[in-house]
């Protein structure tokens, strides 16, 4: 158990019965209306939902025990996914309900992590910024900046993304994974 006054964000929680990764917490103290308050923001690590919550300051909370397994993505069958671990070779599937959206940042050979939550894969952890290659976007013309913002580009993994002007199919592009956000040419 863990005492809401101690969340820091990256710690994994059970919040009624399922894990949550913290985001953010925040220390509140209403100006005489009763006892502190922690506001949070969390993650489902399941479903990947992201709610605010508020607790009252001191009140204990069970840890998740959640493990982090290294992974490489082997391939997708189209609805299974299919990863090997790193350290032990053992081959695990997901299902598309698991892998959500973030298969559209998933290419073969990449590392990454698996959120293994009571002895079961429940989601995954991507790093920051993945390499993608763009497969289709407009032409880009000299001087057209005046929209400032850039074109839109599908990606290898069937991503669609907005990409500077000078960007050119078959360039490889870093894509945040946390936005979906152009990040720099490679």
């Known amino acids: 158990m863990i005492s809401t006054n101690d969340l820091k964000p990256g710690m994994t929680i059970e919040v009624d019965g399922e894990p949550c990764l913290v985001l953010e917490a925040e220390h509140h103290k209403p100006v005489g209306r009763g006892g502190a308050l922690v506001r949070t923001r969390l993650r489902h690590l399941e479903s990947g939902v992201i709610v605010d919550r508020t607790f009252n300051a001191g009140e204990k909370l069970p840890l998740a025990p959640v493990e ?5 993505f082997l391939y997708s069958d189209g609805e299974e996914f299919h990863f090997m671990d790193t350290e032990t070779y053992e081959q695990m599937t997901l299902d598309f309900n698991t892998v959500g959206q973030r298969v559209l940042y998933l290419k073969e050979n990449m590392e990454l992590e698996i959120i293994v939550y009571k002895g079961r894969p ?25 929209s400032g913002g850039g074109k839109p580009a ?6 669609v993304t907005r990409v500077p002007f000078f960007i050119e199919p078959g360039e490889v592009v870093r894509i945040d994974t946390r936005t979906g956000e152009y990040a720099g040419r490679v």
């Open 122 to 146: 429940i989601g995954l952890d991507l790093p920051p910024v993945v390499e993608l290659k763009v497969v289709e976007t407009e032409p880009g013309f000299k001087g057209d900046t005046v």
């Open 154 to 159: 599908r990606l290898e993994t069937g991503l």
């Open 68 to 72: 982090r397994r290294p992974v490489q």
